[in-house]
């Protein structure tokens, strides 16, 4: 009987050290609906590049460190006075990355003049041996800076302006479009 008693205890602590089997788990549904990311702030329009108001048609034009302009067409209406606004939006000084606006008459050899505008330092880059090439310029900004000047729009056609910045023009011009 003695023998009969171990073996039952034996049993006993077999049968409690085995471990039951839990379910199988299903695999879990999502809950919750995926998120739909947040809407990015709405931008700011960007001001008009041309605004006429039937007299005066305003040019904003930015130039930034890239040596760029914001646009290289721009067209305006025959007979309009013309107030152009020059903007440097980089941040680099005048130093080292002035930039302007010259609109230039029809024909002007672009090389030619760029090569006079890198000698002339003195005067912001506007070579006065071209006086008679030049319809209209700004003065020369650095970042952060702006100009304005007014001149009467050119006869009907098309005007190359560019930035006389030594090394400038090659990046930095567009066209004038007078109709």
Known sequence: ???????VAMLMVVGC??????????AAKPT????????APAKKAAPKIVVD??????????GNDQMRFNTQKVTVKAGRKI??????VGKLPITAMG??????????????FNAKAINAKATNYIPASEADKIIANT??????????????????GKYTFICSYPGHYALMKGQLIVE
Do not use: W
Request: net charge positive.
């Open 1 to 7: 009987m003695k023998k009969l008693s171990v073996l």
């Open 17 to 26: 050290g085995k471990k039951e089997e839990a379910p199988a788990k299903t």
């Open 32 to 39: 919750a609906k995926a998120k739909t990311p947040p809407k």
């Open 53 to 62: 108001d039937g007299t005066t048609a305003t040019i904003n034009l930015t």
């Open 83 to 88: 107030k152009l606004n020059l903007k440097h």
């Open 99 to 112: 930039h302007n606006f010259v609109l230039l008459k029809p024909g002007t050899d672009l090389a030619a």
């Open 139 to 156: 003065t020369l900004i650095g970042g952060g800076g702006s100009t304005s000047i007014e001149f009467d729009a050119p006869a009907k």
